[in-house]
T-cell receptor, first 115, second 112 residues
Framework: AQSVTQLGSHVSVSEGALVLLRCNYSSSVPPYLFWYVQYPNQGLQLLLKYTTGATLVKGINGFEAEFKKSETSFHLTKPSAHMSDAAEYFCAVSDRQSSASKIIFGSGTRLSIRP | DARVTQTPRHKVTEMGQEVTMRCQPILGHNTVFWYRQTMMQGLELLAYFRNRAPLDDSGMPKDRFSAEMPDATLATLKIQPSEPRDSAVYFC??????????FGEGSRLTVL
C-alpha cells in the first residue's frame, strides 16, 4: 500500500526566505509523485509532478521538488517566498504500475508568509 | 476554459435527509475521483471511476453513500440518510489515467 507523510502541519517563513516543505513516501513500486496547492475556498491544483527522467522537477510559481529514491523523499522548495504563496500544500503519490491508479494525498502543510 | 463543475457549492440540510452532489468532469477525461476534506481527516478518497466503471469505493461508508456515473458527463455522490459527521467539503476531480487531477471547487455540506 502506498502512503505519504508530510512533516509539519504548519510552516511559517518570512517573505523572501527559502520555503522547504517536506514529504516522504512509502511505495512498493516506483511511484509517481505530485505536489498540489490549495488556496482558501478552492479546489486543489497541480504544482508539479515527477513521473520519470530528471529527478529535479520544476513547477509553477517558482516551485521545484527533487525525487530522492534513497531517502524516499520528494521535498518541495522555493528560493524566495512571496506573500501569494500562502496556502495549503499537499504531497501525493500514485502507483505507476496500476492501469488505473488512484492518487493518495498527504495530510497537508499550511504555509504562512510573514511580512 | 475547461474545468470541473460541481453542484451545489453549498448545502445545509437536516440529519436524515438525502443529499445528492453532482459533478461534470472535463470532457475527454476518463477518470473521476470523489474526495472528502475535513479538518480532522484531511483529504480522504471516497471512490473513483475509470471510463465510467467504478474501480474502488473502499473509502466510502457503504450503508449510506453511493457513487455513480450515469454517463460520461455526470458523476453523482449520494448520501442517504445524512448524518452530522458527514459535514465536510466534497471534491470531485477528473483526469487521464496516470496524470494530473483537475479539481472542482467543492461542495460544502453541513448536516445539522
Amino acid at each position: 500500500a502506498q502512503s505519504v507523510t508530510q512533516l509539519g502541519s504548519h510552516v511559517s517563513v518570512s517573505e523572501g526566505a527559502l520555503v522547504l516543505l517536506r514529504c516522504n513516501y512509502s511505495s512498493s513500486v516506483p511511484p509517481y509523485l505530485f505536489w498540489y496547492v490549495q488556496y482558501p475556498n478552492q479546489g486543489l491544483q497541480l504544482l508539479l509532478k515527477y513521473t520519470t527522467g530528471a529527478t529535479l522537477v520544476k513547477g509553477i510559481n517558482g516551485f521545484e521538488a527533487e525525487f530522492k529514491k534513497s531517502e524516499t523523499s520528494f521535498h518541495l522548495t522555493k528560493p524566495s517566498a512571496h506573500m501569494s504563496d500562502a496556502a495549503e500544500y499537499f504531497c501525493a503519490v500514485s502507483d505507476r504500475q496500476s492501469s488505473a491508479s488512484k492518487i493518495i494525498f498527504g495530510s497537508g502543510t499550511r504555509l504562512s508568509i510573514r511580512p | 476554459d475547461a474545468r470541473v463543475t460541481q453542484t451545489p457549492r453549498h448545502k445545509v440540510t437536516e440529519m436524515g435527509q438525502e443529499v445528492t452532489m453532482r459533478c461534470q468532469p472535463i470532457l475527454g477525461h476518463n477518470t473521476v475521483f470523489w474526495y472528502r476534506q475535513t479538518m480532522m481527516q484531511g483529504l480522504e478518497l471516497l471512490a473513483y471511476f475509470r471510463n465510467r466503471a467504478p474501480l474502488d469505493d473502499s473509502g466510502m461508508p457503504k450503508d449510506r453513500f453511493s457513487a455513480e456515473m450515469p454517463d460520461a458527463t455526470l458523476a453523482t455522490l449520494k448520501i442517504q440518510p445524512s448524518e452530522p459527521r458527514d459535514s465536510a467539503v466534497y471534491f470531485c476531480a477528473s483526469g487521464l489515467e496516470v496524470g494530473e487531477l483537475f479539481f472542482g471547487e467543492g461542495s460544502r455540506l453541513t448536516v445539522l
